[in-house]
């Protein structure tokens, strides 16, 4: 039966668990009742934050009130405390990277399916302002017919030091910023995957990716630069998106960027030859200001409960999963894809 307030524990509470407990307090019908980790000095904090303090899984597990698990541990370990939490009839609510590969997702499926409980992967980043305005710009063809996007985070401060930088723990820049990143990307178009490049970078001698470069050919022509940095003192922009109309950038999550467009109201202007450098050009002369029109980026909101709020209409059956768990499977297919082509240092052509 549906319940006017459900109750959840957080599972690992490191940065992301309570954060997690922060963007609940603005849920009023989902509580944190109880967290669990294994460090002492974590417990300590959450019991200092009004939380119950869970002696061990088993008592959460045990525990009837608790209707949802959150999962925030290391990746190493979604799965196999994913798999336990369905057995014990919860609905859980796991981070990403969900698991390290794609037959392990598949796996907790199968258990979400036969215990009937509900398994979601917090893909935040589908809420993400600038995403949201990129996929606004495909689907109203702001600057046209989109034909290459590129999509980038770059930081200068290597990878965090902690279990991000072991490869036993699911470390690297791939599998963190990359899924998202990745899981962006595949909902801008419809269109089917035809073939993956790829380089993974080690510059600071880690056992992990601290950074990576793919690109990605889709069967209907749009092709994809998806980069991630970790020693990048100078940033490109978040994102950079070509169509047959226009051009747009979007320097960084403060929206700063605009989109330029062909005016279509005059004649195509003859460009002027420039001078540039040492020589002329009228190749890459800027076009003309009346030919073309300019725009800011227009901010586009969204209240960051709604991954919650639409994980309990899926609970009770009157929504969708806003993070249907095939696309989850297919961006780990991709990441996959992206490995064996970056340790092969070839193209990868398969469909998918
Ligand atoms: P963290 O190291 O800060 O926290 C992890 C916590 O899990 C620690 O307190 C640790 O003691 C605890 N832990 C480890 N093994 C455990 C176990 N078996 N049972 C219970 N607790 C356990 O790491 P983090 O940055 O919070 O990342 C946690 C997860 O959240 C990762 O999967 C990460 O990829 C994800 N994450 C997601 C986002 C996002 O925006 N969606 C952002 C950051 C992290």
Request: glycine share 8%; hydrophobic share 40%.
């Amino acid at each position: 039966a549906n319940k006017s307030v459900y109750n959840l524990v957080i599972v690992g509470y490191g940065g992301m668990g309570s954060y997690h407990g922060q963007l609940i307090e603005k849920v009023p019908s989902l509580q944190v009742t109880g967290v669990y980790d294994i460090v002492d000095y974590r417990m300590e904090l959450a019991g200092q934050h009004g939380y119950h303090a869970y002696e061990s899984m088993e008592a959460v597990l045990s525990d009837e009130n608790v209707d949802i698990v959150l999962i925030a541990t290391p990746n190493d370990v979604h799965k196999e405390l994913s798999i336990q939490a369905l057995r014990a009839g919860k609905h859980v609510i796991c981070e990403k990277p969900v698991t390290i590969n794609s037959t392990d997702l598949l796996d907790i499926v199968k258990v979400a399916e036969e215990t009937g409980q509900t398994f979601t992967v917090h893909q935040n980043r589908r809420w993400d302002e600038d995403f949201l305005i990129i996929r606004d710009m495909f689907e109203k063809r702001a600057v046209g017919d989109v034909f290459h996007v590129e999509s980038r985070v770059q930081g200068a401060n290597g990878i965090p030091g902690d279990w991000r930088q072991l490869k036993a723990y699911g470390g690297g820049m791939l599998l963190d910023w990359g899924v998202h990143l990745l899981d962006q990307l595949l909902l801008l178009t419809d269109s089917k995957i035809e073939s993956v490049h790829a380089q993974l970078s080690t510059i600071l001698d880690t056992e992990v990716d601290d950074g990576f470069t793919t690109t990605i050919r889709f069967k209907d022509g749009l092709t994809a630069i998806v980069e991630v940095g970790t020693t990048n003192y100078v940033k490109l922009p978040r994102w950079y998106v070509k169509g047959t109309e226009g051009t747009a950038i979007i320097q960084d999550w403060d929206l700063s960027g605009e989109i330029v467009t062909r005016n279509t109201e005059v004649e195509k202007v003859e460009p002027k030859p420039i001078q540039a450098g040492r020589g002329l050009t009228k190749t890459m002369a800027p076009p003309s200001e009346e030919s073309t029109i300019r725009k800011p980026i227009e901010p586009i909101q969204h209240p960051p409960e709604e991954f919650y709020i639409n994980f309990l209409s899926v609970i009770e059956g009157s929504a969708q999963s806003a993070v249907p768990n095939e696309q989850v499977h297919r961006v780990l297919v991709l990441i996959e894809t992206i490995f064996e082509a970056a340790e092969k240092d070839t193209v990868i052509h398969k469909e998918f």
